[in-house]
């Protein structure tokens, strides 16, 4: 008997008859703003499950462990069961979003260096901004998870960087949950990489291919989301 | 001649005939909210002086590099001129003001370990938080500079706790600026630590020994001071 465990904004994570293996269900949902603006949208759920399922093989074969394991369907994968590490980690390459307004600082200027941030998994609180000290007093994470977190997402970055870049698409900043398995307590990438949780610019004209289309109302969602598979399909 | 450099919130800062030392005039003005409240007391800038005073004396004999040349009248202070690194370094023992709103948790619960929160400085933008990423990214200060004023903050820390465990008080959280030294660019403690700059409990009753006091309308703020400056002058 395979149960629902939990329903998120974007996705519905199901048990398995392996205890260590949860199915994910992508959903149409799209929402912004800590869930204040919603719809949804025929074929989201399909596209980010492509989408994400590209990402997860292509970090495996560049040595990143992650918690993928197949894709069943459409619109669903077969995942390692992890205990999540309630931090988001964002990771930043180009000035956009609420770094802008945090710091005053123009979108689309280019960063000397790569930024991560940590944010407080937390609906209720709005997910807010902690550093490493909060997250060791909070005991959310140890040090040595830290720093282990840190290595992976920065060498995410690399590998996602060259992977966007032979599209054509620039990587401006995305978000990682990293999570321990269950099995081992070993960390690995987990939930999602895929354009609701990335943003993605055309490298000429800075054409946006992710979230802020819903988020600004820019443009159709699945047909962005269509482009954008299109182009990652074309990498060799 | 001497000439007014700058005048900020709390005190004003004067050139003198040493162009490595300022004169510090501490006002009467109290500020809270990103100066969105305001008033003035009489006797504040004596106080905080006082206090000031006493603070890097102690600091000073514990080893802490600090910018304190001398206090010369009731409500000024000569100091070596700093570029102030625009970092608002906070220290925090004890959950209380916007760290408590920010993690929900209860004001007043012990941190199981000291969290050092950096506020990037600028009244337009209000005081964001940032991480040691962002002040890289954005050139405000070297990786071996964050390392030494991480260091520094924990050590004022040590010294101040024991100095206010002496009164009977307990030091819940403060603010520091650090600048580099105008003669030979070595980080020394900057600006004040005084009651507008630290949240002060008594250790046994809890009533607040600080601006707290002035932020949230609970008792006097010239009397609170003097309370605390009696009780620091007290301690041997
Ligand atoms: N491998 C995994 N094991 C257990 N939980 C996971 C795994 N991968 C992702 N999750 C969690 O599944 C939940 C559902 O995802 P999602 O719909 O994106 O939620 P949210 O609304 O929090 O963004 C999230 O809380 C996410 O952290
Ligand atoms: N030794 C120093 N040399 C130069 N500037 C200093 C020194 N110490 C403090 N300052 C700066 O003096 C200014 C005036 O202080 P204050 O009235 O507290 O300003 P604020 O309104 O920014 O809190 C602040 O910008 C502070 O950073
Ligand atoms: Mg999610
Ligand atoms: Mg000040």
Redesign the pocket.
């Known amino acids: 008997m395979t149960q629902l465990l939990?329903?998120?904004?974007?996705?519905q994570?199901f048990t398995t008859d392996d205890p260590n293996v949860?199915r994910?269900v992508y959903k149409n949902d799209a929402t912004a703003f800590n869930g204040q603006k919603k719809a949804s949208f025929d074929g989201k759920g399909r596209l980010n499950n492509a989408i994400c399922t590209k990402i997860f093989k292509m970090l495996q074969k560049n040595g990143v462990p992650t918690?993928y394991v197949d894709t069943i369907s459409e619109n669903e994968q077969l995942?390692?069961?992890?205990n999540?590490i309630p931090i988001e980690v964002v990771v930043r390459n180009v000035v956009a979003g609420s770094l802008s307004k945090r710091l005053g600082i123009d979108e689309g200027e280019s960063l000397g260096r790569t930024i991560i941030e940590f944010y407080y998994?937390s609906?209720e609180l709005g997910d807010p901004m902690i550093n490493s000290d909060h997250a060791l007093a909070m005991e959310i994470a140890t040090k040595d998870e830290l720093v282990e977190i840190r290595r992976l997402a920065l060498s995410i970055n690399d590998a996602l960087q060259n992977f966007f870049a032979e599209a054509g698409i620039l990587l401006v900043d995305f978000k990682l949950?990293f999570?321990k398995l269950k099995e081992t307590g070993a960390i690995v990438l987990?939930?999602?990489i895929s354009p609701d949780s990335c943003r993605l610019w055309d490298k000429e004209t800075h054409e946006k291919l992710d979230k802020d289309v819903f988020r600004r109302n820019i443009a159709d969602l699945p047909e962005t989301y269509e482009k954008l598979l299109k182009r990652l399909e074309d990498v060799k």
Do not use: N, S, T
């Not at 939990?6 to 996705?11: D, N, P, T």
């Open positions: 939990y329903e998120g904004k974007a996705k994570m949860l994910v918690h995942v390692k069961a992890v999540i998994k609906d949950e999570g987990a939930d999602e």
